[in-house]
């Protein structure tokens, strides 16, 4: 089992920046990637980052520039960190860990960036 606690959204002004954390608990060495994904209000869940054990890292495209995915190790966290952000980042940001087979999900925490 694996638990995932997300932290550090909020509401932010175009252009600003903020971080999110996953700290992650549980049987961590059974990770093999992390990811975050966000959903909008009457949208689809997306993948917007994702990091693997041996630090490989994916962006999506509407993020590339602006977004950096990082982890550190010691602390068992995976960051986000969200640069230029515009009105369209606005979502539920989550935070994901592939243990295969299994599929972890944190509860979510919402970023809001306004006009």
């Known amino acids: 089992q694996v638990r995932l606690v997300e932290s550090g959204g909020g509401l932010v002004q175009a252009g600003g920046s903020l971080r999110l954390s996953c700290a992650a608990s549980g049987i961590i060495v059974s990770i093999n990637a992390e990811s975050w994904y966000r959903q909008a209000p009457g949208k689809q869940r997306e993948l917007v980052a994702g990091i693997t054990s041996g630090g490989s890292t994916n962006y999506a495209n509407f993020v590339k520039g602006r977004f950096t995915i990082s982890r550190d190790n010691a602390k068992n966290t995976v960051y986000l960190q969200m640069n230029s952000l515009k009105p369209e980042d606005t979502a539920v940001y989550y935070c994901?860990?592939?243990?295969?087979?299994?599929?972890?999900w944190g509860q979510g925490t919402q970023v809001t960036v306004s006009s």
């Open positions: 994901n860990a592939q243990a295969i087979p299994y599929n972890y």
